[in-house]
């Protein structure tokens, strides 16, 4: 595609329940990014990926918080046993190296009831 | 590890004047490269300017420029003759560089939300 994508665009759970978000970044990208941005707040590291693998899993919050990323292309962040501060923006963003900008797709909107 | 400051909660300006964003940095890593971005309300993250930490010279990209002081740890934004669309967050973002600890993390600051006014 022409941009990193992610879905679900809005996501509504209940507490408890475990969710994945998916992310597909752009074609070639080998670098591949994880954040979390409650209501007008920063933007919180979560994960990154290099290929496939995790250089830095230092931002998850808990255990509960899992990612993967397969083929060097999609990404899947799976929170288990959601709990309602949980609920945030999740983006993620790819870039085609390290040293070059990161493009972002539109997020995903958890909310947790 | 690596910390991004941005003491500016929100910053205002008049329509075609100068506003400087501010944003220090902080990294025991040689290599390392700064990033600007604007999130306005709809939520999009728009990457606007780059500098690496070995440019000798300030980046500029159309109305932004990024006033880099190395030796102050600052990568300050200024964006000249301000418009109304420029009214959004801002965010100032560090990527560790080759050979260093925190090589390809992304790390941001907590943002600067610009009201631009007519």
């Known amino acids: 595609g022409a941009g990193v994508s992610q879905s679900p665009s809005n996501k509504v759970t209940e507490k408890g329940k475990d969710v994945e978000l998916r992310c597909d970044p752009i074609s070639g990208h080998t670098a591949l990014y994880w954040y979390r941005q409650r209501l007008g707040q920063g933007l919180e590291f979560l994960i990154y990926?290099?290929?496939?693998?995790?250089?830095?899993k230092s931002g998850l919050p808990s255990d509960r918080f899992s990612a993967e990323r397969t083929g060097e292309s999609v990404s899947t962040l799976t929170i288990q046993r959601t709990q309602q501060e949980d609920s945030a923006v999740y983006l993620c963003?790819?870039?085609?190296?390290?040293?070059?900008?990161?493009?972002f797709g539109q997020g995903t909107r958890l909310t947790v009831v | 590890a690596q910390k991004i400051t941005q003491t500016q909660p929100g910053m205002f300006v008049q329509e075609k004047e100068a506003v400087t964003l501010d944003c220090t940095y902080d990294t025991s890593d040689q290599s390392y490269g700064l990033f600007w971005y604007k999130q306005p309300s709809s939520g999009e993250m728009i990457f606007l300017i780059y500098q690496g930490s070995y440019d000798e010279q300030n980046a500029t990209e159309g109305r932004y420029s990024l006033n880099f002081q190395k030796a102050r740890k600052s990568a300050n934004l200024v964006i000249s003759a301000s418009q109304l669309g420029d009214s959004a967050m801002y965010f100032c973002a560090m990527r560790g560089g080759a050979g260093g600890t925190s090589y390809g993390k992304l790390t941001f600051g907590q943002g600067t939300i610009l009201t631009v006014h007519p």
């Open positions: 963003a790819s870039s085609p190296q390290v040293n070059t900008e990161a493009f």
């Open positions: 990926f290099q290929g496939n693998s995790a250089p830095d």
